[in-house]
DNA sequence: TAAGTATGTTAAG
DNA sequence: TTAACCTACTTAC
């Protein structure tokens, strides 16, 4: 489920929900058992996220860093917490709410300098304020490598995933193929702020619609689009189907071990 | 019951 | 380039 726009919307609930108080942490799987006896009865000081990365302060105690990967998940509850299943990693648990993480790709507690090295290891994120597009600009300007490989690159733009490459790179009509330094500035520049308001929407919704309201199914005739990924889009995911604006078959291809959606007439 | 798939990343060969 | 990893759900046998 995660790409960056559930990863702030996860911080913005821990923060919510913990936020200057005092959890009870644990780790019914085992694996975490460690860390939570460390966390247990401190105070969440803070939330943040970059792109995918989620970083839960816990003061001098240092940050739990979590990144859910491609399984991992968040599940929130209210009131007192329910017996664990086997496989929670981490819960944490006021007496009035509590998560359960399950299946991450990481869950570990780190020093400010460690998460200090993580940030710097990422590009700029959409969804973090001031962070700078030209900078996202550059590297892609001066690469032979193709503008859809380098979208998913954490270290040249954090945040962005493959449902939201697939549908900028269409909102755009742009050449997954093409190389970075043949990616107009001006497109570059429009592809940003195009991230920055869907990313925000995501962040909102808990998901991702990229569909103009002039192609929505409604608008069009069309019954809604029902996906588990529980958004409406215009090619992620719609191999062999018409594409909505063209009516060509939308074709894949995986580039890079991840499957590349895109319409051939659209983004020629 | 087993296999396949998924909005991801890292390490080994 | 391939495999491995973490979980849950769907599809095939």
């Known amino acids: 489920m995660p790409e960056g726009h559930t990863i702030h919307r996860l911080a913005a609930d821990h923060q919510e929900r913990f936020g200057g108080r005092q959890v009870r ?10 860390g939570a006896a460390l966390l247990d ?38 009131g007192p917490t329910p017996p664990p299943t086997d496989t929670v990693r981490l819960r944490i ?19 400010e300098p460690e998460k200090r ?13 001031g962070d700078d597009p030209d900078r996202v600009y550059t590297r892609i300007a001066r690469s032979r490598i193709s503008v859809a490989a380098l979208l ?5 733009i954090a945040g962005v995933g493959n449902v939201y490459r697939a549908e900028v790179l269409f909102r755009h009509g742009v050449d997954p193929f093409l190389a970075g330094r043949d990616l107009p500035r001006p497109v570059w520049d429009a ?23 002039e192609h929505e199914p409604a608008a069009m005739g069309r019954p809604p689009r029902v996906d588990d990924h529980g958004g409406e889009v215009y090619v992620y995911r719609r191999t062999g189907q018409p594409c909505l604006v ?23």
């Not at 996220?49 to 839960?56: P, Q, S, V």
């Not at 998913?152 to 040249?156: G, I, R, S, T």
């Not at 940003?192 to 998901?207: I, K």
């Open 117 to 129: 090295a993580i940030h710097d290891r990422l590009g700029p994120d959409p969804l973090r304020p």
């Open 152 to 156: 998913l690159d954490q270290k040249v």
């Open 93 to 111: 648990a006021t007496s009035a709410h509590y998560a359960d993480l399950r299946g991450p790709a990481a869950c570990a507690l780190i020093t």
């Open 191 to 213: 592809m940003w702020a195009d991230l920055v308001a869907l990313m925000r929407e995501g962040v909102r919704t808990n998901r991702i619609d990229t569909v103009r309201p």
């Open 41 to 78: 009865r401190r105070v969440m000081t803070g939330a943040e996220a970059h792109g995918k990365h989620l970083f839960l302060g816990f003061g001098d105690t240092g940050w739990v860093h979590v990144h859910l990967g491609l399984i991992g998940k968040f599940g929130f509850g209210d």
């Open 25 to 34: 942490a644990s780790s019914p799987q085992g694996k975490f058992s460690d």
């Open 246 to 268: 063209c009516g060509t078959a939308v074709r894949t291809r995986p580039l890079d071990a991840r499957n590349l959606f895109w319409c051939p007439r659209c983004q020629a």
